[in-house]
Structures are given as structure tokens and as C-alpha cells.
């Protein structure tokens, strides 16, 4: 009755809700059906965070650290500012803008340079071509998803507003939606628009100057970083 009376009340000021659970709905026996009985009652659907396509836990959103906080509020923020789609991009700038205001601008506790750069030196991050679409970014486990595609987006993210500057990344994302976003040509096009070279030379460019020795390479993601304007997962990646 409590979560009827609040969805009404979010109705009636035409709020937009993001629902988070914690590690007791995630670890609870009858998860699922707490899910169903949330989405029947309210109408609210339990948004993914953590998981897979094939996990059932990408049916909840799991926030228990600041960093989760200010992540997933990023997320509500750019989709409110921008528009709504989800993959390597929006998790880039949840992580590159949003977690940089909270209590650590680090994913796992190291800075998205680091964690890119052992991906791409042990082979474990494809061309980002390849992570375009929802479907393909999602595929992989969540350990790869998590240990290798999360930071490399924040990476990526930063490298194109310091070349290219937060404007161009606005442009970019607010050119494909959560339809659009499925067409990886779709969106490779919207990227050419926007920045004025192909994906694929971006890509290039960003894996060598990552390549270089760290004590003459900038750091591409700056540890402090203007308050998020973006992003947020669709309902049905």
C-alpha cells in the first residue's frame, strides 16, 4: 500500500521515478515475485544495474556504495537532459561525470585509464564498433562487461570531451534513441556526424595515446569533472 500511495503521488506531480533495491531484494528467496507484484501494483519497472541479459538480477538496480549513488543518478539526469538509451556510452558518462562527484571519481578503485589499458593490452576489449548496440555490449558476462566495458567507455568518454569537448558528446547523444541505438550503423553515423571522423579513427587514436608511457600521458579522464548532464538504461535493453 505504501509503494501504491507513492506511485500515485509520483502520477500526480508527473515525477520520473527510478525504482533501486537493495541486497535483501536481491538476495531474497522470492525476488521475482516481489519484482512482478512492484510492477503490477505501481506500474514501476525495476530497472537493471548489475548482471546480464541472461541473469536475472539485471531485472533490479542495486545501489549501495556513493559511487553506485552518483552513477545511477547520472543516469537519470542525462536520460532527463538527453534522451533515453543505454550501452557503452551511457555507462562512459555515468562513470566519467557522475562518479567523479562522488565520494571517489575511481571505478573499482582505480582510474578507467588503468583498467583500459590492461583490457586492451590483454586482448580483452574488442574495436568499440563491436559494443555499439545494447545487444552486444550486454552479451558477455558481467565480470567482462564490468571488468573491461564499463571503463573503457568511461575512458573513451573522457578522450572525446577533451578532444572534442562535452557540446559534440550532447550532439552525439542526442541523435539515436532506444530504437535507433539497436542499428549499430545507426549510431556509427550519428558518431561520424557529431565528431567528424569515424568511430573506428577515434577509436585508434584513443588506444594510442593510452599505449604511451604513463609519465608523459595525460591522464584522459580528469579526477574532478563538471556535474553530470546524462544519461539512463532503458527499460528493455
Given amino acids: 500500500s505504501t509503494l501504491r500511495r507513492y506511485a500515485?503521488?509520483?502520477?500526480?506531480?508527473?515525477?520520473?521515478?527510478?525504482?533501486?533495491?537493495?541486497?535483501?531484494i536481491r538476495e531474497a528467496r522470492n525476488r521475482d515475485e516481489i519484482a512482478r507484484r512492484v510492477r503490477r501494483e505501481t506500474g514501476f519497472e525495476l530497472q537493471a544495474h548489475r548482471g546480464n541479459n541472461f541473469d536475472w538480477s539485471r531485472n533490479l538496480v542495486f545501489s549501495s556504495e556513493a559511487e553506485d549513488d552518483a552513477h545511477e543518478l547520472t543516469h537519470l539526469l542525462f536520460f532527463r537532459e538527453v534522451g533515453q538509451h543505454v550501452g557503452l556510452f551511457d555507462e562512459g558518462v555515468?562513470?566519467?561525470?557522475?562518479?567523479a562527484t562522488a565520494a571517489s571519481p575511481l571505478w573499482r578503485d582505480r582510474p578507467c585509464d588503468d583498467w583500459a589499458r590492461e583490457s586492451i593490452a590483454a586482448g580483452e576489449l574488442p574495436?568499440?564498433?563491436?559494443?555499439?548496440?545494447?545487444?552486444?555490449?550486454?552479451?558477455?558476462?558481467?565480470?567482462?562487461?564490468?571488468?573491461?566495458?564499463?571503463?573503457?567507455?568511461?575512458?573513451?568518454?573522457?578522450?572525446?570531451?577533451?578532444?572534442?569537448?562535452a557540446p559534440r558528446l550532447r550532439l552525439f547523444l542526442r541523435s539515436f534513441d532506444c530504437e535507433s541505438q539497436n542499428s549499430a550503423e545507426a549510431v556509427g553515423a550519428a558518431f561520424q556526424l557529431a565528431f567528424g571522423i569515424k568511430l573506428a579513427v577515434a577509436d585508434q587514436a584513443w588506444r594510442q595515446i593510452l599505449s604511451q608511457p604513463r609519465a608523459t600521458t595525460r591522464s584522459l579522464t580528469p579526477s574532478a569533472a563538471p556535474a553530470a548532464r546524462s544519461a539512463r538504461w532503458c527499460s528493455s535493453p
Avoid: K, N
Fill in 8 to 24: 500515485a503521488l509520483c502520477r500526480r506531480h508527473d515525477a520520473l521515478v527510478r525504482m533501486v533495491a537493495t541486497s535483501a
Fill in 127 to 165: 574495436p568499440l564498433e563491436q559494443l555499439l548496440t545494447p545487444e552486444r555490449m550486454y552479451a558477455a558476462p558481467w565480470g567482462q562487461v564490468g571488468r573491461h566495458y564499463y571503463p573503457a567507455g568511461c575512458s573513451f568518454v573522457g578522450y572525446l570531451v577533451g578532444r572534442f569537448g
Fill in 94 to 99: 555515468a562513470i566519467h561525470f557522475g562518479q
